[in-house]
């Protein structure tokens, strides 16, 4: 999580085999959970700062580095982490300073060494006048990719990008257009290092959902180069929800499936999507599925070991919906749960079988994560109390062991809000940490 995405991902990286990083879309905190079940977190603290962490799973071991963006700039936007095999922590987070849009990647070397920075434009003259990023990922031989969306100063010509970097964070880099006229909102990893992006193109007059592959493996050494795109029309009697930010998820057999919502242009929303497995073809798609009244937006996806598909919907102000996709694309069930005014950010699988879902209210004065069983039926809910001020926008990792999991996102303590990392075992809270 891959959303840091107002909908999120999980990212499934080489080597692991547990959903791994999450990512909020549109909001400010990323983290990452490696096969060890270590939480490395990356969070725009001020604007002078990002506080970058990390945490084992008994937090016997962790540190804190906070850096600093070029002079006049500020940090602001997404946050993306991840980590290589040797323990080198890698982020990147949009800088603005007034006018202008980049991209800041740090490379904090294993054990909180010195910190390494890149300022990154990915035009070759001129300069974004947005530049959100998707997904960072290290990939074959150890290279560091970053996926962005980005628009010049005409904000006219969105494009998604690919910016391959070596693991040094040397300044060459090599960049690839992923869509000349591409709104991206989601990116992810397979085990293979290859990268799927997702988003919405533009054909013929129509909207289409599209996800396109990219192996980081070319020819046996680090690269950059397309193997696929697939593609899924969205008629013209709909209208796309949100500009159509939504969902990519991954599942363990290498299927990556897309959903957006649109409406019938009336006050009827739809989840939309399709499936493309490893090859590129597509396995189905799904564009008849209404979803509650007031219920509009798809906020986050994950996929189950057996290929099944759950969604956390938002929308109406009484609480929020949870849909299973079965791995063939059928409907199995849409449910509404009532916790009013909150919002879901993130759905995670745990060790258990069961899916569990994070929310927050709209004030950022509470956050909870509730537990269903895989048929959607309810399981217990977690009341996320910090220690002091309150807590929202969280994040929730399962882990290796059943009943386990990690929640990561903002502390408001008088005024300022700050990262916090919690570990739950059963309905406590092992550990927490407020990285004030």
Not at 319 to 347: F, M, N, Q, R
Not at 398 to 408: K, L, P, R, S
């Amino acid at each position: 999580m891959t959303k840091l995405c107002k909908t999120l991902t999980f990212i499934v990286a080489a080597s692991l085999t547990t959903f791994a990083q999450a990512r909020f879309k549109g909001t400010y905190t990323g983290a990452f959970m490696d096969s060890s079940y270590n939480m490395m977190t990356a969070t725009a603290v001020t604007t002078s700062d990002l506080r970058i962490s990390f945490h084992n799973s008994t937090n016997s071991t962790k540190w804190v580095a906070d850096v600093s963006p070029p002079t006049d700039w500020s940090f602001t936007g997404n946050q993306c982490v991840t980590e290589d095999s040797s323990g080198d922590v890698y982020a990147v987070s949009m800088i603005y300073d007034g006018a202008e849009q980049r991209f800041e990647i740090f490379e904090i070397p294993s054990g909180n060494g010195t910190p390494v920075s890149l300022t990154y434009n990915p035009y070759s003259s001129g300069y974004p006048g947005s530049a959100t990023p998707l997904g960072l990922f290290v990939g074959y031989g150890g290279d560091v990719y970053l996926v962005g969306a980005i628009n010049d100063s005409t904000f006219d010509n969105p494009q998604t990008i690919i910016g391959q970097f070596p693991g040094s964070l040397a300044s060459t880099t090599t960049t690839s257009t992923v869509g000349t006229i591409l709104l991206g909102d989601d990116a992810v990893m397979d085990g293979s290092y290859n990268i799927y992006v997702s988003g919405i193109d533009y054909f013929s007059g129509h909207d289409q959902m599209s996800v396109s592959q990219w192996a980081t493996n070319v020819s046996g050494s680090p690269g950059l180069s397309n193997n696929w795109t697939g593609t899924s029309e969205i008629s013209t009697t709909y209208s796309l929800i949100s500009g159509g930010s939504g969902c990519l998820t991954l599942d363990s057999s290498g299927n990556s499936a897309y959903f957006v919502s649109a409406d019938n242009l009336s006050s009827q929303a739809y989840a939309m999507g399709f499936q493309v497995n490893s090859s590129g073809t597509t396995n189905w798609t799904l564009t008849d599925f209404p979803l509650g009244t007031g219920y509009t937006t798809i906020s986050s996806s994950v996929a189950d070991s057996s290929g099944n598909i759950y969604l956390a919907v938002s929308g109406s102000s009484s609480g929020y919906e949870t849909s299973k996709i079965t791995s063939a694309g059928a409907k199995s069930y849409l449910d509404a749960w009532s916790v009013a005014g909150h919002v879901p950010s993130c759905i995670a699988m745990d060790e258990s079988g069961d899916y569990l879902v994070a929310a927050s209210d709209a004030a950022g004065a509470d956050a909870i994560v509730q537990r269903f069983h895989a048929n959607g039926s309810f399981v217990i809910t977690y009341d996320h109390a910090p220690d002091s001020g309150s807590a929202s926008t969280y994040l929730v990792f399962g882990t290796g062991t059943a009943g386990d999991f990690y929640t990561f996102g903002s502390n408001t303590i008088s005024g300022t809000a700050y990262p916090g990392i919690y570990y739950w075992t059963g309905d406590t809270i092992s550990w927490g940490e407020v990285l004030e």
